[in-house]
């Protein structure tokens, strides 16, 4: 089968692998029909996720059509169209029992640190990921779906991962209503924040990012007012004159580790590798909310230390969430908002690469060229 595989920071390219087989009792085995890169994504394209080897596939957004199952399997068969969480979750430990599904503890050797995601590298499992023809998918009796008659494949795909994780975005801020949110980052995970906010009861959404055809979109998709961090010489004391000087109630982290605007803490993060990640939009999450306010992270950080604004944090009383997102928990809810036509998805996918051109998508993705927002990924196969 063709694969895309990591080859070093910047490299990717499409090889043959072996199909995947049944390694256990209740795998199933995908073939892909539909994928994406997601923004985590391009954390292992930079070289910043800790443990990523050569050879391994990426991709944690997919769906497809089951193509084998294992001899314990029961609630799918071949042929299914299916959607798949880009969690790999056991269904039964002390997490996944309270619904935790993306901190299960049987599916990955350092499950104390993190549970397991398809293609994130070995730091999160090892498991090839879905940017393939194929691919194997364990406890398959757990995670999947099969996609209902009336959902479309581009917004199956979108809800693996980009939206349920928006939406459990806003979730984490514990929305009261009227209350004023700020997301950071108007990627596809902080676009979803921001609609969410909405469907949360939230008075006033406000979005932050640097690309002006990000912010257009947060207008147009979000219905959110936009500021673009150039155009203020300090975008948090701005925020703090948006809200009589108070602050937010609410601040959605959705850059994560790689953010831009600050070049020391750009430099010593993914350049000099001295920390985590730039914690640079979680401080202005830190500094632009209001005492006692509830700061929510979903944009992704490295294990290692930040310099984060903790003592702040602190003393201003600050709720701080953060998790990856269960993303099967997400799933009632979200299929009744796309079904009923609050939410469509697939509106953010602006890019379709055949996976033959995945090397293409990634730069393209990376460097943000030519209006990017979501990328979806088309295996050969499908
Ligand atoms: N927690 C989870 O379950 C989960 C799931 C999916 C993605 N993520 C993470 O969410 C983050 C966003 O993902 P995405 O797919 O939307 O990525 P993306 O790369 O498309 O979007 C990130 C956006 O942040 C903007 N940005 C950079 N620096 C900023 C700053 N200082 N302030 C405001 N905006 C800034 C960028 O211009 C870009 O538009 C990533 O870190 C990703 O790893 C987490
Ligand atoms: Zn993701
Ligand atoms: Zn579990």
Request: with cysteine; aromatic share 10%; proline share 5%.
């Amino acid at each position: 089968m063709r694969a895309m595989v990591y080859r070093g920071p910047y490299k990717v390219r499409v090889e043959n692998k072996e199909i995947p087989r049944i390694e256990h009792p209740n795998d199933a085995v995908v073939r892909v029909t539909m994928g994406a890169i997601c923004g985590s994504d391009l954390h292992l394209y930079h070289g910043m996720m800790p443990d990523t080897r050569i050879g391994h596939t990426f991709g944690h957004e997919f769906i497809g059509v089951v193509h084998e199952v294992g001899s314990s399997v029961q609630n799918l068969a071949v042929g299914d169209r299916v959607m798949v969480p880009f969690n790999i979750f056991c269904g039964s430990c002390w997490y996944c029992a309270r619904g935790l599904y993306s901190n299960c503890h049987n599916v990955n050797a350092n499950a104390t640190a993190v549970g397991a995601i398809y293609g994130y590298s070995h730091t999160c499992g090892g498991y090839d990921g879905g940017q393939s023809e194929f691919v194997r998918v364990p406890f398959a009796d757990v995670g999947p779906t099969i996609i209902p008659d009336w959902m479309s494949d581009e917004d199956a795909v979108m809800l693996t991962d980009a939206c349920p994780t928006g939406y459990f975005g806003a979730q984490l801020g514990d929305i009261a209503e009227g209350d004023s949110v700020v997301v950071f980052g108007a990627g596809p995970v902080g676009l979803f924040a921001a609609k969410s906010a909405w469907l949360m009861g939230a008075g006033r959404v406000v979005v932050i990012d640097h690309l002006e055809y990000r912010l257009e979109k947060a207008r147009e998709f979000a219905h959110a007012e936009t500021f673009n961090f150039t155009d203020y010489p300090d975008i948090v004391v701005e925020m703090k004159k948006q809200t009589d000087h108070l602050g937010f109630d609410v601040a959605i982290d959705a850059v994560g580790a790689e953010a831009d605007g600050n070049l020391l803490m750009h430099v010593t993060s993914a350049k000099l590798k001295l920390q985590g990640g730039s914690p640079i939009a979680l401080n202005w999450a830190i500094d632009s909310v209001r005492k006692g306010a509830t700061v929510s992270v979903v944009g992704a950080y490295g294990p290692i230390f930040s310099a984060v604004k903790f003592g702040d944090a602190l003393n201003k009383g600050l709720t701080i969430r953060g998790n990856q997102c269960p993303v099967k928990r997400q799933w009632p809810r979200l299929f009744e908002h796309v079904r009923n036509g609050h939410l469509k998805p697939s509106e953010l996918v602006t890019h379709r690469f055949p996976l033959e051109h995945i090397a293409e998508g990634y730069h393209v993705f990376s460097a943000k060229l030519d209006g990017i927002i979501k990328p979806l990924v088309i295996p050969s196969a499908a």
